[in-house]
Structures are given as C-alpha cells and as structure tokens.
C-alpha cells in the first residue's frame, strides 16, 4: 500500500470514530435531558420491542451483566417506567414490564430520538444518503468478514498511529 492510500485510510477511520463519538455525546446529551441514561433507553427499547423479559434476556440482549441490569431496572422502576411481575409459567422467574407510562414515555423519547437523526442527515440529498450508505455498508461488510477470519484484539478508540 503507498503512502498516500495509507494516509487517506488512516484519516477516514480517524473521521468515522470522530463521528461516532460526537454522536454518541449527542444522544447521550438528548436522553440524559429526558432523564434517561442511555442503557436505560436500550433496556425500554428492548421491552417494548420484545414485551416482558427475565433479567438474564435483557442483560443478552443489549450485551451486559445481569447486576448491570438490576441495577438500571432499579432505577427505570423508581421513575415509574417498568415494573417486575412473576411469571406464571415458572414461579422462579420474574420478568421485567413496561408501564403504561414507560411505553408511552418510551415511544415519546424514539420519536425525539428519530427527529434528532433525521435532522442531522437532513443536509444530504437523497443520492449522497445512498452513497454514503452503501458505502458504509461495504466497509461493515469488509470488518465482519476480516473479523471472522482472523481474531486480532481490537479496541475502536485506539489511534493507530
């Protein structure tokens, strides 16, 4: 690889993981205005999509530990949002439920949060919104299929340089 591609290359993963991070500060700053952390908002999410779930599913499902989850069903059952409800199947499990109150507020937050993206991509036409996805979508593509055949330890914050 010359040195020209290799700099292109570096600055692009450099732009993208400024994206990302900038992002990321964005809707953190929106949900914590909204009294949500952002976990908080994955476990609605995934409660609302998915209906009533046990500890163990949520903690899968949005990729943390079952104490982490305890923790944040704590916190979303003391702001009315979820509460915990024993299964009837299975006396030993309890599942974790929205509230009334947590799926409409959870719908209320996904509709700013949708504005939010919508509004920030607005500025691109339609074709650079097409452009830019499929080529995102090539390189996720590239990742996921070096990632399966290789296993080097990565960490997506680390500057190559």
Known sequence: MDEERKQ???ELWRLITSINKTWSRQV???LSDNGLSIMEFRILKTLNNQGPQPMIRLAEANMITQGW????VDKLEEKGLVH??????DRRVINIVTTD???SFYREIKDLHEKFIIDTLDFLSPEEMNN???ILTRVEEQLTSSVSRQSPVAVADTDPK
Request: aromatic share 0%; glycine share 4%.
């Open 8 to 10: 292109s290359s570096l």
């Open 28 to 30: 953190e700053k929106r």
């Open 69 to 72: 989850v305890t923790n944040i």
């Open 84 to 89: 915990r409800l024993r299964s009837q199947d």
């Open 101 to 103: 109150r947590g799926s």
């Open 132 to 134: 830019v996805k499929c």
